[in-house]
């Protein structure tokens, strides 16, 4: 169940899965540039009726022609046999992306940029 999965993502801000506010152990960074990808950072906190956890990932994110692939690879999470969150995802503005969540399971998301601003 991804039921209260929250992400943070550095990608020009944070971008936010689940519409859900940002956990306070939530972080993300980024680094590379368009033409190869971006290397990032991702945390991921999932707060279930029957059990919480915390996975912390190292990604890949492309972008080709408004398609955005995110692959991520585990580096440190609190249960076992968590699988990475990898997504593909359709650019709809620079704030805005929909799509799928592909890991042990596929669900619909949204990935959004707050009002605030942006370092």
């Known amino acids: ?8 993502l550095g990608l020009g801000g944070a971008l936010l899965a689940a519409g859900a506010a ?29 059990i919480t956890v915390t996975a912390q990932q190292t990604c890949r994110l492309t972008e080709e022609r408004g398609a955005v692939t995110i692959k991520s690879r585990l580096e440190r999470v609190t ?12 650019m709809e503005s620079a704030a805005r992306m929909t ?6 399971d596929i669900a619909p998301v949204t990935f959004f940029r707050g009002p605030g601003a942006i370092s």
Do not use: T, W
């Open 79 to 90: 249960v076992p046999n968590y699988a990475p969150d990898n997504f593909a995802l359709r």
């Open 22 to 50: 940002p956990h306070p152990g939530a972080s993300g960074g980024v680094r590379g540039d368009a033409k190869s990808g971006y290397i990032c950072r991702l945390v991921a906190h999932e707060a279930c009726p029957e």
């Open 99 to 104: 799509g799928q969540l592909r890991s042990a």
């Open 1 to 8: 169940m991804r039921a209260g999965l929250v992400l943070s």
